[in-house]
């Protein structure tokens, strides 16, 4: 297993840690080079920098085609990410 270790600032402005066991990572690991080796690299996105940005889902029946074809799973936790360009 692997482990993700993610620190944030929770609602009370608190500084709180989980951590995180990642089961499957597929490609993203040490030994593969976090799947820089085979054209797929890994991406961690963090998005708690911003001050007092809270992620909120917002998940949309219209979304749920783009989602499976993604190999995700919709849901009202689901927030969706989009990268374009080379």
């Known amino acids: ?3 993700s270790l993610l620190d944030y600032w929770n609602n009370n402005h608190s500084a709180e840690e989980n951590k995180f ?4 990572p597929g490609s993203c690991t040490p030994n593969n080079q976090y799947g820089f080796s085979n054209g797929t ?6 998005m708690n920098k911003i001050v007092d940005f ?3 889902p917002s998940h949309k029946l219209e979304d ?3 989602y499976e074809a993604a190999g995700c799973q919709p849901g ?3 927030i969706a990410v989009h990268c374009y360009g080379e």
């Open 21 to 24: 066991t990642i089961n499957n």
């Open 76 to 78: 009202p936790d689901a």
């Open 64 to 66: 749920k085609d783009a």
């Open 1 to 3: 297993n692997y482990f």
């Open 54 to 56: 809270e992620p909120r």
């Open 41 to 46: 690299p890994c991406i961690l996105v963090k």
